[in-house]
């Protein structure tokens, strides 16, 4: 049984042995016991996923062909697919779990957004982005590829960029190089007002990056407290704790 590719939802599949296991090493640095797999195409991560002792395991795929194929491959799999969008589902288990998966490059900062809003029952991360993205969720400020991502990202996980996958990796090969990271979930975050608040700053604050921060943010604070120092600096050049910091001063009706 045969699946075909879809350019639509962005599909390249892993191939290389050796690095699906390096991803499910990654994973299991972490100790886990419910485990979510994000798009798992042609099976290449799931089999070593299926393998791992003592977990509960379910895997989110959109593609009908693909969820036949696996059930078929894998017939393990058929009481743990959920044939569904990932960014409209619910949290699979009602319990703490661990996400992983080879993100469909063309919404993983949409998948990044959802597993935001699953944060308090996420603690990690094990995922493999384009490489660039993979950097920009990385990034420290004063960088070009530091924002809204890393930003929003970082105000709740730690990031450890873990290692780069060539594009002979798949098939077919992007065009493009991949990064693998691991996102955990801080003990401790940056005091903010709400996090309402912080998204609607970072947002605006980055949206206008060339722009000195009085004049992109300008409409969520007095005039009185546009006079800080701190508004003289660009959006790059904050860090998440700036940002924080300045919710606290922010005027919204």
Do not use: C
Request: glycine share 4%.
């Amino acid at each position: 049984m045969e699946y075909q590719l879809k350019k639509s939802l962005g599909q390249h599949f892993l191939t290389n042995e050796s690095i699906s296991q390096k991803i499910a090493t990654a994973l299991q640095q972490h100790a886990f016991t419910h485990l979510l797999e994000v798009g798992p195409g042609g099976g290449a991560l799931t089999k070593y996923l299926l393998a791992i002792p003592n977990i509960e395991f379910r895997a989110v795929e959109i593609d009908t062909e693909k969820v036949a194929y696996l059930e078929k491959t894998y017939p393990d799999l058929k009481s743990k697919m959920i044939q569904t969008d990932v960014l409209a589902m619910e949290a699979p288990f009602n319990t703490p779990f661990t996400v992983i998966g080879n993100f469909p490059y063309n919404i993983s900062s949409q998948i990044l957004f959802k597993i935001l809003e699953w944060k308090t029952q996420v603690p990690v991360v094990v995922g493999m982005f384009q490489k660039e993205v993979a950097q920009r969720i990385a990034a420290q400020p004063n960088s070009k590829t530091y924002g809204i991502l890393s930003v929003l990202i970082q105000a709740f996980y730690s990031v450890e960029y873990l290692f780069d996958v060539e594009p002979s990796a798949f098939k077919p090969p992007p065009k493009v190089m991949s990064g693998v990271i691991r996102l955990v979930k801080k003990e401790q975050t940056a005091n903010m007002h709400s996090e309402k608040y912080f998204l609607l700053l970072v947002k605006t604050a980055f949206n206008q990056r060339r722009k000195m921060l009085r004049n992109a943010v300008k409409n969520l604070f007095e005039a009185t407290v546009l006079q800080d120092e701190i508004f003289n600096k660009r959006a790059e050049q904050l860090s998440v704790a700036d940002f924080a910091i300045l919710t606290f001063k922010m005027n919204i009706h």
